[in-house]
T-cell receptor, first 110, second 117 residues
């Protein structure tokens, strides 16, 4: 059975801090790893990673995949209160259905 | 606006009652999915439909049934609601087809918050 594990489960930081969120996976015939941000409603897509060592970047957010060690990290620099959300990691194998981790709840305080 | 529409947004049921959650997408996507989200559990797949006329069980199918009415619509039915089914339910769709190994991105609906008392 496919499995995705995220850590930490929750995190409280001050505005301006840098945070690193972790995601490890065990997926049959791994295809891709995805990061989503979930605020009050539906998850919104952040990144899709398919190749090891290639950093994806969007503003203050970046992510990288290590297919040898089966993990990914999501970095957020200079955090803002608007970054407060649940960050979900998910993975796909040969089927396009996503297997999600439990999420990391990030709270950014002033 | 194009996307995934779920109804209702909120629902309270008594134990033993039945109801159907509706989901429709207007993006001509092949695959549709129902997930439930519980605190500390992430999103768990209930059922999915790779194409019109086909449905398959996900990780937590017990207590649910689904119907892929046509390419646009995928409904989730609770025949006899139980308090353990209190959750937030998300419908999602994607252009890709399970087994093809491709990922085109999921579009999620805004969710249905269901409480069973």
């Amino acid at each position: 059975e496919d499995k995705v594990v995220q850590s930490p489960l929750s995190l409280v930081v001050h505005e301006g801090d840098t945070v690193t969120l972790n995601c490890s996976y065990e997926v049959t015939n791994f295809r891709s790893l995805l990061w989503y941000k979930q605020e009050k409603k539906a998850p919104t897509f952040l990144f899709m990673l398919t190749s090891s060592g290639i950093e994806k970047k969007s503003g203050r957010l970046s992510s990288i995949l290590d297919k040898k060690e089966l993990f990914s990290i999501l970095n957020i620099t200079a955090t803002q209160t608007g970054d407060s959300a649940i960050y979900l990691c998910a993975s796909t194998g040969t089927a396009s259905k996503l297997t999600f981790g439990t999420g990391t709840r990030l709270q950014v305080t002033l | 606006n194009a996307g995934v529409t779920q109804t209702p947004k909120f629902q309270v049921l008594k134990t033993g009652q039945s109801m159907t959650l509706q989901c429709a997408q207007d993006m001509n996507h092949n695959s549709m999915y129902w997930y439930r989200q519980d605190p500390g559990m992430g999103l768990r797949l209930i059922y999915y439909s790779a194409s019109e006329g086909t449905t398959d069980k996900g990780e937590v199918p017990n207590g649910y049934n689904v119907s892929r009415l046509n390419k646009r619509e995928f409904s989730l039915r609770l025949e006899s609601a139980a308090p353990s089914q209190t959750s937030v339910y998300f419908c999602a769709s994607t252009k890709g087809t399970p087994g093809a190994g491709e990922y085109y991105g999921y579009t999620f609906g805004s969710g249905t918050r269901l409480t069973v008392v």
